[in-house]
């Protein structure tokens, strides 16, 4: 029988990272896997919010948020990327988006509103899949005024300080900023056309930061660290 799906299960995260005007986060241990994630919400022009990846919030947390805007919109990177997409929607009440190539599992696990080319247009954010990828994982691009910041899923991984158990060093996810190697196996199905991205993004005007699910945020040197990532694709 299929597996039911997770409620609205708080775990522990730690605080609100306000990391700027329209960007927050809030970091966790994945639920089973001993790896931490990251979820950012961006605060839209309209005064919307969206989530990138989902993690439920203890009471006083969720409060802060939603006085500071009314929770609408979820993106979830891929299928294996949402393991509390749907206690969120049903706590919050937010519609789910996705990538186009994740589009049939996406809507076999979850109610999903659409892609995320049908995402509503906001000159604060878009999200764009990263080519060369098999999933089609999104990259989140959020201006706030002339500053960019880049949100990463899986693509993009910078454990260094983090504490990893050994199988998990084993696979090479520790250490960064890198593309982990069991992404390029598994997740990458043509390394020159990611690697060409990379370097689009890397090239953007006013890139300051880059945000992934897990890891350290990169806050100086953004572009140059793209660089050197998208050369090991």
């Known amino acids: 029988m299929p597996k039911p799906p997770r409620p609205w299960t708080v775990t522990p995260h730690d605080p609100i990272e306000k990391?700027?005007?329209?960007?927050?986060?809030v970091e966790s241990p994945v639920p089973g896997v001993p790896i931490r994630r990251r979820m950012c919400i961006i605060k839209r022009s309209d005064g919307q919010l969206l989530f990138h990846n989902a993690v439920p919030l203890d009471d006083q947390t969720l409060a802060e948020v939603t006085a500071w805007g009314k929770?609408?919109?979820l993106?979830?990177?891929?299928?294996?990327?949402?393991?509390?997409?749907?206690?969120?929607?049903?706590?919050?009440?937010v519609k789910i988006y996705g990538p186009k190539k994740s589009?049939?599992?996406?809507?076999?696990?979850?109610?999903?509103?659409g892609t995320i080319e049908e995402l509503p247009p906001d000159p604060a954010v878009m999200f764009e899949s990263l080519d060369g990828t098999k999933t089609g994982e999104p990259v989140g691009i959020v201006r706030s005024g002339d500053r960019v910041s880049l949100l990463f899923a899986d693509?993009?991984?910078?454990?260094?300080?983090?504490?990893?158990?050994?199988?998990?060093?084993?696979?090479?996810?520790?250490?960064?900023?890198?593309?982990?190697?069991?992404?390029?196996?598994l997740f990458t199905?043509?390394?020159?056309?990611?690697?060409a991205h990379f370097d689009r993004l890397a090239a953007l005007p006013g890139l300051e930061r880059i945000v992934p699910c897990h890891g350290a945020i990169k806050r100086s040197d953004a572009a140059a660290t793209l660089k050197q990532v998208a050369s090991s694709a």
Not at 19 to 25: E, G, S, T, V, Y
């Open 19 to 25: 990391i700027d005007d329209n960007l927050w986060a």
């Open 71 to 73: 929770p609408a919109f």
């Open 75 to 93: 993106v979830i990177p891929h299928d294996q990327h949402g393991i509390d997409a749907h206690g969120f929607q049903q706590k919050l009440g």
């Open 103 to 113: 589009e049939a599992k996406l809507r076999a696990r979850w109610e999903v509103a």
């Open 155 to 185: 693509a993009y991984q910078d454990n260094t300080g983090y504490k990893l158990p050994l199988p998990l060093r084993m696979l090479g996810f520790g250490g960064g900023p890198k593309i982990v190697p069991i992404f390029k196996w």
């Open 189 to 195: 199905q043509d390394k020159a056309a990611l690697k």
